[in-house]
C-alpha cells in the first residue's frame, strides 16, 4: 500500500508539474496578448491623435480658405471699381482731347488723312489686282464689292 501510495503521489506530482507548465505557457501567452493589446491602445490613441490634429488642420486651412475668399471677393468689386474709373477718365480725356482740338487741327488732320489715302491709292495701283484700273472711282467701287 505504501507503493500504491508513492505511485499515487508521483502521479499527483507528474499531473501538478504539468499542469504547472501549462498554467505557465497559459500565462505567458496572456501576457503577449496583453502587450499587444496595450500596443494595439496606443496606436489606436495615437491615431485618434492625428485624427484629431488633421481636423484641426483642416478647420484651420477651410478657415483661411474662406478669409482668402472674402478678400478675393473684396479685390474683385475693387477691381471692377477702378476699371470703372478708367473708363471714366479715359471718356473724360477724350472729350478733354476733343473740345481742345479747334476747327484747324481738325481739317489739318483730314488733309493728311486725304493725302495718305492717295498715297495708298498711288501704291494699290501698283498691285496686281488692281493693275489694270486707271481711276479712283473704279478702284473705290472695286473695294466695295470686294467687301
Not at 478675393?72 to 479715359?90: H, M, P, W
Amino acid at each position: 500500500m505504501g507503493r500504491k501510495l508513492d505511485n499515487v503521489a508521483n502521479d499527483q506530482k507528474e499531473m501538478f508539474d504539468k499542469s504547472k507548465y501549462k498554467v505557465q505557457q497559459y500565462q505567458n501567452e496572456i501576457d503577449l496578448r496583453e502587450q499587444e493589446i496595450m500596443g494595439l491602445k496606443k496606436t489606436n490613441e495615437q491615431q485618434a491623435d492625428d485624427i484629431k490634429m488633421f481636423e484641426l488642420k483642416q478647420t484651420q486651412l477651410n478657415n483661411q480658405m474662406q478669409d482668402i475668399e472674402e478678400e478675393l471677393e473684396l479685390k474683385s468689386g475693387e477691381n471692377n471699381r477702378l476699371r470703372n474709373q478708367v473708363a471714366d477718365l479715359e471718356r473724360a480725356v477724350k472729350d478733354l482731347y476733343g473740345s481742345r482740338k479747334g476747327e484747324g487741327s481738325i481739317q489739318v488732320e483730314l488733309n493728311n488723312m486725304k493725302s495718305d489715302n492717295e498715297k495708298l491709292i498711288q501704291l494699290l495701283k501698283t498691285t496686281s489686282g488692281y493693275q489694270d484700273l486707271e481711276t479712283v472711282d473704279i478702284i473705290k467701287k472695286a473695294k466695295y464689292l470686294a467687301n
